[in-house]
């Protein structure tokens, strides 16, 4: 067999490679909304646990895989995983989400933090991978994840989710040099967890700023995207031709700025047409997205079209399936599975 026909279809797409269906995953495809995933969660409810224990990572990772064989498994993780290894601890606490322990206020607490050595702090993540990508086989593309550095950033310094980032952007207009020295250090370490994601496995690596689109782009040009970019930059420097993707919540006031920061895939939220999505980032950036999580509440006639109408705008090339933002909790499974099994049909409805 060539090489094109045993590398799965999202990894070729992902490449910009021709393909013969635009492949489709879900961000979030692991989680609340399956019943199968509640039921693990009753048997083990810490959150570090299901995640940072392989065999129920691993687990949990292939039930979205099992139930819908999508085009993408994404490793089941979170984008905080790797802040205990840089020095700063955290849990995830039922119905209030991310908690850490000892927020970053002040400059000491920077240059406190510990040098990030994923092999050393982060094993499970090499066995995670090895044993998606051995169980996947070639039928389904490996996904890791990481978070860029201005959304751990919030998460670090607002000690758990924040409504209006008041804490860091204090931080951000007042005492500069310290959210940049912190910054700086969070940009080394994600570059080298991608890199070691990459080593471990995973055949593309999407990275989240999911809180980004809370800066104007002003400072979005001062705090995320130099950042973004100091990542993307170190690995690209070692693993030139490995796909990247970049999800910003609510970007379209910096798409453009987005796809200058030198990733191949822009993940589009729900803000933007995908048809002026194409327009504004250009031909050489695959667009990944953007259907609004939302729509999986309504009637299957009525996701069956929001499908049609989103690949009818970007294409057929150039494009990987996607929500704009993570599957939503109380999603009706069944929508789910219709949202995958037409997505891998929309051709015969064009
Ligand atoms: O996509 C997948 O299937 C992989 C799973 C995944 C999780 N977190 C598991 C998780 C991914 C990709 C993430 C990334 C993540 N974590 C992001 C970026 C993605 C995005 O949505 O923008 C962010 C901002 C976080 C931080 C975080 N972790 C939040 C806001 C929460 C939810 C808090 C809550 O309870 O609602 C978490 C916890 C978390 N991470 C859950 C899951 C399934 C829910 C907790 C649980 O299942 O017990």
Redesign the pocket.
């Known amino acids: 067999m060539s090489e094109s026909n045993n590398t799965p279809l999202l990894l070729r797409a992902a490449r910009g490679e021709k393909v013969e269906r635009t492949p489709v995953w879900m961000?979030?495809?692991?989680?609340?909304y399956m019943k199968i995933?509640r039921d693990l969660?009753e048997k083990y409810p810490s959150?570090r646990d299901?995640?940072e224990n392989p065999d129920l990572a691993i687990e949990i990772s292939l039930q979205?895989w099992h139930a819908f064989k999508p085009d993408g498994v994404?490793?089941?993780?979170?984008?905080?995983t790797p802040l205990p290894g840089m020095g700063i601890d955290f849990d995830?606490v039922?119905?209030?989400?991310?908690q850490i322990t000892d927020p970053i206020r002040t400059q000491a607490q920077v240059n406190a933090m510990t040098p990030f050595e994923p092999e050393e702090c982060l094993p499970f993540i090499k066995t995670i991978l090895n044993t998606l990508r051995d169980e996947v086989k070639n039928e389904g593309t490996v996904l890791g994840?990481v978070?860029a550095p201005w959304?751990l950033a919030a998460?670090a310094i607002e000690g758990k989710?924040s409504k209006n980032y008041a804490i860091i952007k204090n931080m951000a207009f007042s005492q500069p040099a310290i959210l940049h020295s912190f910054l700086s250090n969070i940009a080394d370490a994600i570059a080298k967890y991608v890199c070691y994601q990459i080593e471990c496995g995973a055949q593309i690596i999407q990275m989240?700023d999911?809180?980004a689109g809370q800066l104007s782009p002003q400072d979005y040009d001062i705090f995320a995207l130099p950042y973004q970019k100091r990542v993307i930059d170190q690995v690209k420097e070692k693993y030139p031709d490995f796909p990247l993707i970049l999800?910003i919540?609510g970007s379209a006031g910096v798409l453009e700025r987005m796809g200058k920061t030198g990733v191949d895939i822009v993940s589009v939220d729900w803000s933007v047409d995908m048809l002026d999505a194409k327009k504004r980032l250009g031909k050489d950036i695959i667009l990944q997205g953007n259907i609004d999580p939302g729509v999986l509440f309504g009637s299957h006639d009525f996701i069956k079209s929001r499908i049609i109408d989103t690949v009818k705008k970007v294409g057929d090339q150039g494009h990987i399936l996607n929500l704009g933002?993570?599957v939503l909790?109380g999603t009706p499974e069944d929508n789910v599975r219709f949202f995958f099994e037409t997505c891998k049909n929309v051709k015969s409805f064009l």
């Not at 994404?74 to 905080?80: P, R, T, V, W």
């Not at 039922?94 to 991310?98: A, H, L, M, R, V």
């Open positions: 961000m979030r495809q692991a989680g609340r995933y969660r959150f299901r995640s979205p994404i490793m089941f993780s979170d984008i905080l995830i039922e119905s209030k989400g991310p994840f978070g959304t998460y989710s989240f999911s809180w999800y919540s933002h993570g909790v």
